[in-house]
């Protein structure tokens, strides 16, 4: 088993490092940089770096204009852009055009690519994926799902509400999870534009990292044309899980960037903060905080790079992404927690990074499946296995 990176991951990690540290970090302060995330001429100076450094949207195909990282790759590029709040952001490797950019790659026909996904890898434009919805719509229970999509000709019309739909707000095109007459599923792509399509609010949220905030959007009698479903009809439920998994995954990678942030202004303020004669990090209570920091930043390091290696071997990775999901987002989670309590009261002001990362951090035990419902599909799938190799018998 072989951890070294390879030189060519070594030259993209140093670049990535530098391009972080030398032109991104220093507008972490802008006054753009507002309570619904970047606002869009920010989005558009940060992406402009990146296209300069040769580093926009690194994990879309070479064809589209990307790098073609592999899994394995993205973990490490992940990372390092994920160490400024603004990173992912500048790179054009934030949620949810991430995971939009890999579905459509994988899913979508030639004509839909070159409209909705070569203009989005160019980072020209946004995109969201609305799924999520109101009480009593679905939320971590997809099959809950009550937006509908009803044929109508060579036209499906749309109606429903969503929620949470994280970008909406500037966004360019949308993927439109409905329920079909039979119960299925299926995505459907729009122009955000298209008559009967409406971002209704903002939602108040405690995160301010995405451009365009979490938004409530409307569908009222949305026509779509035939030809602008994704992939085929019924299927969308399938497609979800394509997404899903690697889009847990990069989660993984971003945050841990956040959570090596923080563990390093925790560390400097021990290191260089006196008290009780000595340095703060030298007294016990806090050493050990610093100790259990690396551990859960290896533990977290250790699960993304296993689960991305699965990935590039083409497994589906779904009960290995739902394990790393929890323990990352858990683990990450610590790390933070111990750094605002390492910095005492300037943990919980704006005096350093450490109070937005804590702040925008703390959703992602929710995002992409809360950890009980990851916990509770995992505990289903080892019964099952257990099951089998018992021949069926209890």
Excluded at 137 to 146: I, K, Q, R
Excluded at 200 to 207: E, G, L, N, P, V
């Amino acid at each position: 088993m072989d951890f070294s990176l390879t030189p060519a991951q070594r030259e993209l990690q140093e670049r990535t490092r530098r391009f972080i540290a030398d032109k991104i970090i220093p507008l972490e302060n802008d006054p753009r940089a507002t309570s619904h995330g970047p606002s869009e001429d920010l989005r558009a100076q940060l992406v402009g770096l990146a296209r300069e450094a040769g580093l926009l949207t690194p994990h879309a195909s070479i064809e589209m204009g990307g790098l073609g990282l592999s899994h394995t790759d993205k973990a490490i590029v992940f990372e390092e852009a994920g160490y400024s709040t603004l990173g992912p952001t500048a790179m054009n490797i934030h949620a949810p055009d991430e995971g939009n950019i890999h579905l459509m790659e994988m899913v979508a026909t030639e004509e839909q690519k070159e409209r909705w996904l070569r203009p989005q890898v160019q980072g020209l434009t946004r995109s969201c994926f609305a799924m999520t919805e109101p009480h009593p719509g679905a939320g971590a229970d997809p099959s809950m799902m009550l937006t509908t999509a009803v044929k109508d000709g060579d036209h499906y019309v749309i109606n429903g509400t969503k929620w949470f739909i994280t970008g909406a707000q500037g966004a360019s095109y949308v993927i439109i999870m409905a329920k079909m007459e039979d119960g299925s599923a299926t995505m459907f792509l729009s122009d955000m534009s298209r008559e009967g399509i409406s971002v209704t609010r903002q939602m108040d949220a405690m995160d301010s990292c995405f451009t365009g905030g979490h938004c409530v959007m409307e569908f009222k009698n949305v026509r779509i044309p035939a030809s602008d479903v994704l992939g085929e009809i019924g299927r969308g439920f399938k497609y979800a899980q394509v997404r899903l998994a690697p889009a847990r995954l990069t989660h993984c990678m971003r945050w841990l960037g956040q959570a090596r942030r923080a563990h390093d202004i925790a560390t400097e303020y021990a290191r260089t903060r006196q008290a009780f004669g000595r340095a703060l990090g030298k007294h016990e209570g806090v050493g050990f905080m610093l100790a259990d920091n690396d551990m859960d930043i290896q533990t977290s390091r250790l699960h993304i790079a296993h689960t991305a290696w699965l990935l590039d071997q083409g497994q589906t990775c779904n009960f290995e992404s739902s394990r790393a999901k929890v323990t990352c987002s858990e683990a990450e989670w610590r790390v933070v927690d111990r750094c605002v309590q390492i910095l005492g009261g300037q943990g919980v002001t704006g005096e350093t990074l450490v109070m937005r990362i804590f702040m925008d951090m703390r959703a992602f035990r929710i995002y992409d499946g809360p950890s009980e419902v990851h916990r509770w599909s995992m505990a289903r799938k080892i019964l099952d296995a257990a099951e089998k190799r018992a021949g069926g018998h209890a």
